[in-house]
Every structure is written in structure tokens, then in C-alpha cells.
């Protein structure tokens, strides 16, 4: 039973990446499988490990030195990212919404990687060596189920950087055409730089929910004021009780929110409104959207729920780094790193969406569930177990990837991911 569940996980791997491949040549093509499958196998991206599981029958010296090789082709990031934003956009509704999520990958001891620049741990509250991560996730309101779209890696030392808000609204502008402008952007902190804001808010097509920092300014009435300003004008008739579950623990808060119409400053053609929550801190809540709003309780509560979602699934964005050791990435030069980090996002979308969502896979994702054998069981967020129940059974199983029959096709012709 386990080697064929090991072969169908291996043929899915085939069919997932010959979606990926589309553009690409025989060999580039022949090197996404094997990536995908090399860290779907171990769960690491060191190509020492991927090597390990190719298990070639020859020196692990040489398929390293091979995978490096086809790691620095340039153009590959960007063929995979852009067929990975093709599989994933047929999932992504009008309301769906794009979860940016902006993090870092820090490399504390790193010396000779190329274009390492000072980066701020996020974890640690410091400041180190490393590189800047940006991902972009599709999650419905009140799920739990993400869809990874893109992630980007990058660093100002490099030439070819202009700046982070330019790089943000690069990846942001390549989500939103892939998938017709449906979705609504949400960004925590850090979002409302106007650098962000003002291009979004311009082109009408954009709609987002951005939390804002009491010192931005807003226009209400004509007057601009500040956030904090806001809030106290602000009055909440409604009001709703939730529980945040962080580190294990859960609390409860009670929440008082409503909201008030502004316009942004630099672009007041465009009617906004800006959503205040109490109840979370001594502080409010500020949330700035495009979405329109009125006196109804359910329409404004939809909204705070929207954003709250984006911390219900903080966990399920972590597993993208986590579940595959990317912050132990090995590699020396900038376009290889830029590569792995599409590759790896690759692998997460095999198992969070590939794998997940096919109807005529349910059978074989409740094996993987099982091979992960956790301690306390398989939690409501399966992405973890998913992730350590594919590399254990790639592990038992063994002998690499399957042989490439003769009539083995690539691209296009590949079984396609969504049914109609």
C-alpha cells in the first residue's frame, strides 16, 4: 500500500510540475520536478539534501554540483512564478482576499552571500544579515485554507533594486493581473506608506483593506486629520465578542467598532472608509478599505472579520518558511536564492493546493495525514502535517523520481488542476 501511494505522489509531482514548466526547456523542465520533488521530499531546500533524494546512482558530488548549475538559469524564477500565479488564480474570488505578508529571511552568520544587506528580525527585534521575503496568499473570510500565489525574495544591495515599495507593488500588480483584479488586498503594518496607497487607491481596479498608525493623516470633512484623531471622533454602536488563540493560549476580547467615510489626501477623488476597532489594546484599531460601508452591522463587521482572518492564518503563512527550513538556504549567489524562494513556494502549493484541493486526491491526503504521525494528532491546519507526511513517505519509499516514460508529455497537455 505505501509504494503506491509513494508512486501516485510521484505522478502527481509529475503533473504539478509540468504545470509549473510551461515555456521552459526539456532540462529546466526536468529540474522543476526534480525540485519540487527533492524538497517535498525532505523538507529542507539544501540541494545536498535534494541530491540525497534523488538517489541517481552516482557521486552526490555530481547531481549537486548539477542541481546548482540549473539553479542559476536565469528567467527561471520568473517562468515558475508566473505558471504558479496561473494555477493558483482560478481559486481566487471577488472577495477572496490577498493576504500580503512581508517578512525576512536573516542569515546571522552568512559572510559571503552575495548582496546580503541589514535586515530587521521580526522574531528577534533585531537587526542582522539577510534578505527581504514577500509572500501573497489567497484565503477566504474566516478561513483557514490558503492558496500561495507568490512569494519574492530580494535585497536593496542589489543593482537592479529601486526600493522595497517598488518591489512590493511589482509582485502586487503581477497578483492582481493574473487573477483579473478579483481579490482585496489586506496588509498589516507597514502597509499604509503612501509609496503603497496612493498608486492603489488611484487605479479603481485595486481594492484593499491596509491597517493604518495613529500619526498618518486622512481627510474627513475636508480637514486632514490624524488616525488617533479619528478614532475619538469615531463613534462604535456595535460591538462583538471573539477569542485569539496565540502561542497555545486563547483569549477573549470584547470589541466596540464603527466607522467614518475619508478620503486619502493625495487622491480625494476616491470615497474610503476607515474601520475603528476597540477593544484589542490601549490603542484602537485603525483599518482603512475601499470596501463601501454603511450603518449595518453585518457589513461593517465583515470587514473587521476580513482582517482578522489575516491573523487567524499567521500560522498557516509561517509554514511556507517553516515547514521547509528556508531560513537555512545555502546557497551563495543572489539568483540562485531568488529561484529557491519560487521553488519553495512551489513545493508549499503542491501540498497546500495541488494535493489538497483535487477531489480524486481526498483518499490519498488522508494517507499523507497519516504517514505525518504527530503526537497530539493532525490539527485543524494540516498544512504542517501534510508537508512531514510527504517527505515520510518519500523517505520509506525511496529510489527517486519515477523514470520519464517515452510518451511523457510537458506543459500545456498536463492533467490540469481544477475540474470544471
Given at each position: ?97 490577498l493576504i500580503v505578508d512581508p517578512s525576512e529571511v536573516t542569515k546571522k552568520y552568512a559572510r559571503k552571500m552575495q548582496y546580503l544587506a541589514t535586515v530587521r528580525d521580526g522574531s528577534a527585534q533585531t537587526f542582522g544579515n539577510g534578505y527581504w ?165 453585518a457589513v461593517v463587521w465583515w470587514v473587521v472579520r476580513a482582517y482578522l482572518t489575516r491573523w487567524r492564518i499567521e500560522e498557516t ?104
Amino acid at each position: 500500500m505505501l509504494q503506491q501511494i509513494g508512486r501516485k505522489l510521484k505522478q502527481q509531482v509529475r503533473r504539478f510540475s509540468g504545470e509549473l514548466s510551461v515555456g521552459l526547456g526539456k532540462v529546466a523542465s526536468r529540474f522543476v520536478e526534480e525540485m519540487v520533488y527533492g524538497i517535498s521530499a525532505t523538507g529542507s531546500v539544501k540541494l545536498t539534501e535534494a541530491a540525497r533524494a534523488l538517489e541517481e546512482g552516482i557521486a552526490l558530488h555530481a547531481t549537486h554540483k548539477r542541481l546548482s548549475a540549473r539553479l542559476d538559469e536565469e528567467g527561471l524564477g520568473a517562468r515558475v512564478s508566473a505558471n504558479l500565479l496561473r494555477v493558483g488564480a482560478p481559486t481566487i474570488r471577488p472577495e477572496t482576499l490577498l493576504i500580503v505578508d512581508p517578512s525576512e529571511v536573516t542569515k546571522k552568520y552568512a559572510r559571503k552571500m552575495q548582496y546580503l544587506a541589514t535586515v530587521r528580525d521580526g522574531s528577534a527585534q533585531t537587526f542582522g544579515n539577510g534578505y527581504w521575503l514577500c509572500a501573497v496568499v489567497g484565503c477566504e473570510v474566516d478561513g483557514r485554507e490558503i492558496v500561495p500565489l507568490s512569494q519574492r525574495l530580494w535585497s536593496q544591495a542589489a543593482p537592479e533594486v529601486v526600493s522595497e515599495n517598488a518591489t512590493v507593488r511589482e509582485q502586487v500588480a503581477e497578483v492582481l493581473a493574473a487573477t483579473d483584479y478579483r481579490g482585496i488586498l489586506v496588509y498589516d503594518r507597514g502597509g499604509d506608506r503612501r509609496e503603497l496607497l496612493v498608486p492603489w487607491t488611484q487605479d479603481r481596479r485595486v481594492r484593499y483593506l491596509v491597517r493604518q498608525r495613529g500619526d498618518r493623516q486622512l481627510a474627513y470633512k475636508g480637514k486632514r486629520k490624524s488616525g488617533t484623531e479619528l478614532a475619538g471622533l469615531c463613534k462604535t454602536p456595535y460591538a462583538e465578542t471573539v477569542v485569539r488563540e496565540k502561542d497555545g493560549k486563547e483569549q477573549v476580547y470584547f470589541l466596540e467598532f464603527g466607522f467614518l467615510p475619508v478620503r486619502l489626501p493625495e487622491h480625494a477623488a476616491r470615497p474610503l472608509w476607515l474601520v475603528v476597532v476597540k477593544g484589542f489594546g490601549a490603542e484602537p484599531l485603525l483599518l482603512l478599505t475601499t470596501q463601501p460601508l454603511r450603518l449595518n452591522r453585518a457589513v461593517v463587521w465583515w470587514v473587521v472579520r476580513a482582517y482578522l482572518t489575516r491573523w487567524r492564518i499567521e500560522e498557516t503563512i509561517r509554514f511556507i518558511k517553516q515547514s521547509y527550513e528556508f531560513e537555512d538556504v545555502r546557497v551563495l549567489t543572489y539568483r540562485r536564492l531568488q529561484n529557491l524562494a519560487v521553488l519553495v513556494l512551489a513545493a508549499a502549493q503542491f501540498a497546500a493546493v495541488w494535493l489538497g484541493a483535487r477531489l480524486k486526491l481526498e483518499v490519498l491526503a488522508e494517507h499523507v495525514l497519516d504517514a505525518a504521525k504527530r503526537i497530539f494528532g493532525v490539527p485543524d491546519f494540516k498544512y504542517y502535517a501534510l508537508a512531514d507526511g510527504l517527505a515520510a513517505i518519500f523517505r520509506r519509499v525511496g529510489k527517486g523520481l519515477l523514470p520519464e516514460p517515452d510518451n511523457e508529455h510537458h506543459g500545456p497537455l498536463q492533467l490540469r488542476l481544477f475540474y470544471p
